[in-house]
């Protein structure tokens, strides 16, 4: 199962838009920037990292390249059977699920941005990384502090980020390092977030909450607060309020992802900082961070083969399948059905393909495939390919229930060798 995952503020990069420019998905960037009444396409590609680093920036790019980001990722085919998103990536993992338009995503991100700035600028914090240290510890540093710091991210074991005061953090960092803590980084922000220290910020940002529509989501999301999935719409208001003063969950959220049998998860946007904390905490889940369009084709390759992943073969055991090859995922859960024209294919269809394009529905077994023929159903849901190729062998049988983001069909693309 694919899990989609999306970063926090932190993550952003001047210039961060311009490997986007010409890719089709960079539309999103245009149309997030009509809703906001702004041109965002600006912040992603012209402006400094001054800029970029005030609060309500900051979240506002973030938000909107993982948006470019996941488009793409959808033009390819891939769909998650799970998302989450650290702090401010949680909107983006709604937007994703289909629980939030991107019109009241945007709107939200815009108003949590300016709230959170102003509940800084009123009163000025900070916040550190504590790297070796067990969760208990650091709570207790912070405990022992005796001063306004309080545990804001459990982000991987031996990772946990503090939030307070100057003083607090000051306080907190000495005792951490005396109950074991190997390094403090300090994060070059101003605001104590995820604390209570934001509670100015959540009664402003709960009005806001209360004048959008959310659905319930089309696939899981897991939430920050309490690391559980949540499929009622209802839910998710007073969860994103909480989460303004409560910490980050997100070692449990990967926990949670790999529970629900997630085998690879993807980073949408920029930077790559989600990926390292999944080796962290779930070691035999796959990481693949997705920041840039050269990324789309080292997706596609962790999919549909190289060393770390190969389908199963008639005999139960794994094939190997090279770079030129590629696997088609199913969009839905649900029983699968091969298309009537392509049922009768062996896997001896590769050494006696014709040349000819495929012709879509009316394909024959052993032509090719053009983008878009359909090569089953999932339910009632089309299984269509995004690659031109050969169908080499069905990696689901007719009849087998499927989850979303399962292979169902191997293909070796145009012009790849035998």
Known sequence: MLAFTFPGQG??????????????????AAEASEI???????????????????????????????????DAVERLGLTPGACAGHSLGEYTA?????????????????ERGDAMQEAADARPGTMAALIGIADDDAEAACQLAESDVWVANFNAPGQVVIAGTEEGIALATRHAKELGARKVLPIPVSGAFHTPMMLPARTRLRERLESVTFHAPEVPVVANVDARVHTDAADWPGLLSAQLCSPVRWKHTLEVLSGRGATLIIELGPGGVLTGMVRRATPDVRGVPVAAPDDLDKLMDTLSGGDEW??????????????????????????????????ALESTALAEATAAPGSGEGAEPGSL????????????????TPFDGILVRWLAVRGERVVEGQPVAWIRTKGAGS
């Open 94 to 110: 709604l937007v994703a699920s289909g629980a939030l338009s991107l019109s009241d995503g945007t709107s939200l991100v815009i």
């Open 11 to 28: 993550s952003q990069r001047s210039g961060m838009g311009h490997a986007w420019v010409d890719h089709p998905s960079w539309e999103v």
């Open 36 to 70: 906001a009444g702004r041109d965002l396409t600006a912040l992603l590609l012209d402006a400094p990292m001054e800029e970029l680093t005030r609060t309500a920036n900051a979240q506002l790019a973030t938000f909107v390249m993982s948006l470019v980001v996941l």
């Open 369 to 384: 495939l053009a983008v878009g023929d359909q090569v089953g159903t999932v339910g009632l849901t089309e299984v269509r």
């Open 310 to 343: 190969s389908p199963p073969g008639p005999d139960g055991q794994g094939e190997h399948l090279y770079t030129s090859e590629r696997v088609v995922v199913s969009p839905a859960p649900g029983v699968f059905e091969p298309a009537v024209q392509l049922a």
